[in-house]
């Protein structure tokens, strides 16, 4: 069943909203594949996801810490756990297991349960770095404005 992208996972950060939109998509992308029974699609699209899906954590993970996030070590920790399951999956179809259905049930859950709370907690803070809103005060600290040309270098820098 694909994901239907619902505003609760909406965090106002367009940029970061546009990525999650993406990363739906390959999920999205990842149950056709497996639905039509195409193993060599099912491979590019894990291969793709976990590409982007890593680019994204990188390009969050510098925003958060621009930004001054005080919650940025455990939020980091756990995009590590997620490539850390996501590489064992991975193992397991090079060792030719058919992992499609038990890895898209875990990403679209991830996912979701992913941007809906941790993502969602940082989001104040960022949106006072880019200019899109204020931060709650237990979540501020002295955020220095954002440099120009902030966004679009770390867009380079991640997604190429």
């Known amino acids: ?16 909203d546009h990525q999650h939109r ?6 999205n992308d990842l149950e056709i594949a497996k639905t039509k029974g195409d193993k060599a699609m099912v491979t590019d699209v894990i291969e ?8 994204h954590f ?4 510098s925003m958060m810490e621009e ?5 940025i070590k455990p939020h980091k920790k756990v995009h590590e756990l997620f490539i850390k399951r996501v590489t064992e999956f991975t193992i397991r179809a090079a060792k030719g297991e058919d992992i499609a259905d038990e890895l898209h ?5 991830w996912l979701i349960n992913h941007i809906a709370s941790e993502d969602r907690d940082y989001s ?4 006072l770095m880019v200019g899109q809103g204020a931060a709650a005060p237990e979540q501020a600290v002295a955020v220095p404005a954002a440099r120009p040309g902030f966004i ?9």
């Open 1 to 16: 069943m694909p994901i239907i992208w619902e505003s609760k996972l909406d965090t106002g950060i367009d940029v970061i």
């Open 22 to 27: 993406r990363i739906v998509d390959y999920i």
């Open 48 to 55: 793709q996801l976990i590409d982007y899906t890593q680019s």
């Open 58 to 61: 990188g390009f969050e993970e």
């Open 67 to 71: 930004a001054g996030y005080k919650f």
């Open 105 to 109: 049930s875990m990403l679209a859950k």
């Open 124 to 127: 104040p803070t960022v949106k």
């Open 152 to 160: 679009s270098g770390l867009l380079g820098r991640f997604f190429r």
